[in-house]
């Protein structure tokens, strides 16, 4: 097992299938609780690129962390493009590849051709014409459940025909992008700019966690391990990581002592844990 931070664009730029195995569910993902905090950080990243200046381009940029994504790379097969298993954040990445088709279709929408090809480089694999494989140029594989409105979502921008079931999760989230995108963009003076900035934040300010697992490696242990047996963080530990964090970058690492034992230690006690 491997792990370390890579930028969703090295992740989305290379050839490659994410391949959802049997074992995980549909996807599920929403509005409120996923979409709307996706969109959020995506926005943020590309404000801060674009409020940057020519002063600022010696300086790293602020970068948003979006969560963990755990692959088993397989086998590679002749005539096939390589694949990984996705033992967990399928959902994660549905949503960026939904995402990502829908924002070049805006940009498609607007003329901004160098954002529109630039975000179709992140959402096809390169795939001839006359191969035995066409579905190689999805970069997800998701179950079968979601292939048709999957493969509705990431559709070609000039396609226009009508969503294969306009209640599922997946078309849902391609329209609500859609729609969050182009009035994103029409805020700008200047959309295709603005479009630029999107693609350069997503390939170059977004990271996510990978945790590449062996061949020998179980994927359905590992997953349940991931998502059935440990215990969720509560609202106060994540409160507590943000706390101890911020003080250590301020430079008080040495305040710490203090701070757990005269005021945060009585919040891990049995009372506030019950």
């Known amino acids: ?17 994410y391949v959802v195995p049997i074992f995980q569910r549909p996807y599920v993902w929403d509005e409120d609780e996923n979409w709307i905090p996706l969109w959020e950080d995506i926005r943020k990243a590309a404000e801060s690129a674009e409020h940057e200046t020519a002063d600022d381009l010696d300086e790293e940029g602020l970068e948003y962390f ?3 994504l755990v692959t088993q790379y397989r086998s590679p097969v002749p005539r096939r493009t390589p694949a990984s298993l996705v033992i967990d954040g399928q959902q994660r990445l549905t949503t960026f590849q939904v995402f990502l088709a829908a924002a070049r279709r805006v940009a498609v929408e607007f003329g901004a051709t160098r954002a529109a090809d630039n975000l179709g480089a992140l959402v096809r694999n390169r795939v001839s014409g006359d191969s035995e494989h066409p579905q190689d140029k999805y970069k997800v594989a998701p179950l079968a459940f979601d292939a048709r409105a999957f493969q509705w979502a990431v559709r070609d921008p000039y396609d226009v025909s009508a969503p294969p079931a306009p209640g599922h999760k997946i078309v849902r989230a391609s329209m609500w992008f ?3 995108v182009s009035d ?5 003076p200047s959309p295709s700019d603005r479009l630029d900035l999107l693609h350069f934040a997503v390939e170059n300010r977004i990271k996510v966690v990978s945790i590449f697992l062996d061949p020998r490696d179980d994927p359905q242990v590992i997953f349940e391990a991931l998502n059935h047996r440990g215990v969720r963080l ?9 706390l101890f964090q911020m003080l250590d970058r301020q430079g008080d690492r040495h305040l710490e002592r203090e701070l757990l034992d005269a005021h945060w230690s009585i919040l891990d006690s049995g009372h506030w844990r019950d």
């Open 184 to 188: 994103w963009v029409k805020e700008s």
């Open 1 to 17: 097992m491997r792990a370390g931070d890579e930028l969703l664009g090295t992740v989305f730029n290379k050839d490659h299938r």
């Open 234 to 242: 509560d609202a106060a530990d994540l409160v507590k990581n943000l």
């Open 178 to 180: 859609e729609s969050a």
């Open 66 to 68: 979006l969560g963990a």
